[in-house]
Antibody, heavy 116, light 107 residues
Framework: EVQLVESGGGLVQPGGSLRLSCAASGFTFTDYTMNWVRQAPGKGLEWVSYISSSSSTTYYADSVKGRFTISRDNAKNSLYLQMNSLRDEDTAVYYC?????????WGQGTLVTVSS | DIQMTQSPSTLSASVGDRVTITCRASQSISSWLAWYQQKPEKAPKLLIY???TLDTGVPSRFSGSGSGTEFTLTISSLQPDDFATYYC?????????FGPGTKVDLK
């Protein structure tokens, strides 16, 4: 069974940093590109970042470019999102999603709250 | 960047109704369009990809059509489990834009 389990969310002050993790199981992690998608409270879905299976290619939404870094450790079947210079508008549930055709499996999400 | 719009933003319907949601892209995305269903406090669930292909286990009352810039999601006979928010998503480019969502609620 495919499972994606996010962790690392929490309360952080504006300007602070947080690192999210996504543990993958039930499939061959190295066969898939991965993504982060977020959803602000009561709002729609916003794609955040993409990483290729070998980590050679990454993409970011303009709203996070230069502040967030996506990475993965294929040996640990894990995906990460390093979030720096956090702003109030980054408050959201962050989901990791496997890029099947296109996002066929999602984690349950982890809540990031940016507030003083 | 490709922008996605959906209409209506909210749709009130009854069990058994035929429901249609429209999604438009700001430029052609060929058939690279997906639909997701999301229920409160849950992760989105993939329903349809490549405009019209149902994901595994999705009931046949769901169907998708369109190409280029205009797409539709149809639920042929709305069931109690279908009250949810529906999002379209383009994956023609690696800026995977989602539509703003259509909430289907009980009339």
């Amino acid at each position: 069974e495919v499972q994606l389990v996010e962790s690392g969310g929490g309360l952080v002050q504006p300007g602070g940093s947080l690192r999210l993790s996504c543990a993958a199981s039930g499939f061959t992690f190295t066969d898939y590109t991965m993504n982060w998608v977020r959803q602000a409270p009561g709002k729609g879905l916003e794609w955040v970042s993409y990483i290729s299976s070998s980590s050679s290619t990454t993409y970011y939404a303009d709203s996070v470019k230069g502040r967030f870094t996506i990475s993965r450790d294929n040996a640990k079947n894990s995906l990460y999102l390093q979030m720096n210079s956090l702003r109030d508008e980054d408050t959201a549930v962050y989901y990791c999603a496997r890029e099947g055709i296109p996002f066929d499996y999602w984690g349950q999400g982890t809540l990031v709250t940016v507030s003083s | 960047d490709i922008q996605m719009t959906q209409s209506p933003s909210t749709l009130s319907a009854s069990v058994g109704d035929r429901v249609t949601i429209t999604c438009r892209a700001s430029q052609s995305i060929s058939s690279w369009l997906a639909w997701y269903q999301q229920k409160p406090e849950k992760a989105p669930k993939l329903l349809i990809y490549s405009t019209s292909t149902l994901d595994t286990g999705v009931p046949s009352r769901f169907s998708g059509s369109g190409s280029g810039t205009e797409f539709t999601l149809t639920i042929s006979s709305l069931q109690p489990d279908d009250f949810a928010t529906y999002y379209c998503q383009q994956y023609n480019t690696y800026l995977f834009t989602f539509g703003p969502g259509t909430k289907v609620d009980l009339k």
